[in-house]
């Protein structure tokens, strides 16, 4: 059974990854709507699995004895003025994500539950590869400075990243 502050915590953060999954949404159409096709592709995927994370919330708060809440969500922003300021407010995402997780952790620990710390694991190690993935693109981006070339092939290899991914998230 949750106690009301971690279930209120809980439904905090379903509504954060339900704003990522709307944030990376964004993220596409800005892409895809200036001939970025990998790198749309990518953040629908992004998308994708932010609101799988949501879910996993939602299930685990019902399963819980709780009551999870689906809340209105703050609009993402829609324009950038280049794919590195997409990038870079991407990553400050993913590390405000990873923040209100270790926060949610901390929750768990101050009340004593560690059946929900337990399940929290797995975010707090989905994080550390986001920010990870974040940092890297955000690395190559920087590599390629302002070669048209090398976004060409950066919008390439990253479609191929997304493609490698679901392979391995979805083998069949």
């Given at each position: 059974?949750?106690?009301?502050?971690?279930?209120?915590?809980l439904?905090?953060?379903?509504?954060?990854?339900?704003?990522?999954?709307?944030?990376?949404?964004?993220?596409a159409?800005?892409?895809?709507?200036?001939?970025?096709?990998?790198?749309?592709?990518?953040?629908?995927?992004?998308?994708?699995?932010?609101r799988?994370?949501?879910?996993?919330?939602?299930?685990?708060?019902?399963?819980?004895?709780?009551?999870a809440?689906?809340?209105?969500?703050?609009?993402?922003?829609?324009?950038?003025?280049?794919?590195?300021?997409?990038?870079?407010?991407l990553?400050?995402?993913?590390?405000?994500?990873?923040?209100?997780?270790?926060?949610?952790?901390?929750?768990?620990?101050e009340?004593?539950?560690?059946?929900?710390?337990?399940?929290?694991?797995?975010?707090v190690?989905?994080?550390?590869?986001?920010?990870?993935?974040?940092?890297?693109?955000?690395?190559?981006?920087?590599?390629?400075?302002?070669?048209?070339?090398?976004?060409?092939?950066?919008?390439?290899?990253?479609?191929?990243?997304t493609?490698?991914?679901?392979?391995?998230?979805?083998?069949?």
């Amino acid at each position: 059974m949750l106690s009301k502050n971690i279930e209120a915590a809980l439904n905090k953060q379903i509504r954060i990854e339900a704003e990522s999954s709307q944030t990376y949404l964004s993220m596409a159409c800005w892409s895809e709507v200036h001939g970025l096709e990998g790198i749309a592709q990518f953040m629908y995927t992004q998308s994708d699995e932010e609101r799988a994370h949501m879910l996993k919330l939602v299930k685990y708060v019902n399963e819980r004895g709780g009551h999870a809440q689906i809340t209105d969500l703050k609009a993402p922003k829609t324009s950038y003025t280049t794919f590195k300021e997409m990038f870079e407010a991407l990553y400050n995402h993913e590390i405000f994500v990873s923040e209100s997780i270790n926060e949610l952790v901390h929750i768990t620990f101050e009340e004593k539950d560690y059946a929900t710390h337990n399940f929290l694991q797995w975010y707090v190690s989905e994080q550390i590869e986001e920010e990870a993935t974040a940092k890297s693109i955000l690395d190559k981006i920087n590599l390629i400075g302002d070669d048209k070339g090398g976004l060409y092939l950066f919008d390439r290899d990253i479609q191929q990243l997304t493609v490698t991914s679901s392979i391995a998230i979805n083998p069949k």
